[in-house]
């Protein structure tokens, strides 16, 4: 399993969305303590918003400090998926922050140091919209070390998403992915048996992968893919404990 409580928090929002058919860290953890920051990367459409606002309400249900949501867009749609009931109160726990540009978003987090209470956890929904064309490497480089700067100095969470770049080219991105090693990736699969998109759900050395459903009403649902259903057969538990 992936280390690091960011990526145990992603695998709890897997997991509810699979009804439980991913399997949590071992151990335990506190989702919303400090841990390794993970870089969520996916193409446009593939609900990475909504992963990250389930999330955040998973993290606020620790009830460990607050969590801070960053997108320069506000969410149009809670996701539908997961466990229906919860305290509607628990959003209050959730910041939402909208800041409108690269150098907002700089200038937040340089006074981050001065919230009070600190966060808990950090969200960036979107980074990729903070970083056009026109921005270098240099910053790129520069926006990750002040996002984990900040977030090793609070001892907070820190997940960010985005849409990878696609061309092969140096680019600000570029220096965010070397930034963030710990990667949860959601690639699209091909399939022409039904009208929902689907993703493949990846770590960098899982030992399940899963497929997110994008269903045509916004819902959200997890499965396992057809090799992981072999991982987890009898006879492969068997040869496990051999």
């Keep these: 399993m992936p280390g690091g409580a960011m990526s145990a928090l992603l695998l709890r929002v897997f997991s509810e969305l699979g ?15 400090f841990g390794v920051p993970v870089l969520l990367l996916g193409p446009p459409g593939c609900r990475k918003s909504g992963l990250l606002f389930m999330a955040a309400v998973l993290a606020a249900e620790e009830g460990a400090g607050p969590v801070v949501f960053l997108s320069r867009e ?9 466990r229906a009931a919860r305290d509607p109160l628990i959003l209050k726990k959730i910041r939402f922050v909208y800041p409108p540009s690269l150098r907002e978003l700089l200038h937040f987090f340089s006074c981050l140091h ?5 966060p808990s956890l950090i969200m960036v929904d979107g980074l990729e919209r ?3 064309s026109t921005a270098s490497l240099t910053d790129g480089a520069h926006l990750s070390a002040l996002m984990l700067d900040s977030a090793s100095h609070l001892r907070c969470g820190l997940i960010v998403s985005a849409v990878p770049n696609s061309d092969g080219s140096d680019c600000a991105f570029t220096a965010v992915e070397r930034y ?4 949860c990736l959601l690639c699209p699969v091909m399939s022409a048996e039904t009208e929902e998109r689907q993703f493949r759900v990846s770590f960098p050395s899982p030992h399940l992968q899963w ?12 499965s396992l893919t057809a090799s992981s259903q072999e991982d987890k057969s009898p006879n492969s538990e068997a040869e496990d404990k051999t």
Excluded at 74 to 82: D, I, T
Excluded at 114 to 118: D, I, M, N, R, T
Aim: aromatic content about 6%; cysteine-free; charged content about 15%.
């Design 130 to 132: 903070y970083l056009p």
């Design 211 to 222: 497929n997110l459903h994008v269903e045509q009403d916004g819902g959200l649902r997890i």
């Design 19 to 33: 009804g439980g058919s991913v399997p949590p860290e071992p151990g335990g953890v506190n989702a919303a303590g």
């Design 114 to 118: 001065e919230a009070s209470p600190f």
């Design 180 to 183: 963030f090693p710990n990667q």
């Design 74 to 82: 506000s969410l149009q749609e809670v996701p539908r998926g997961g």
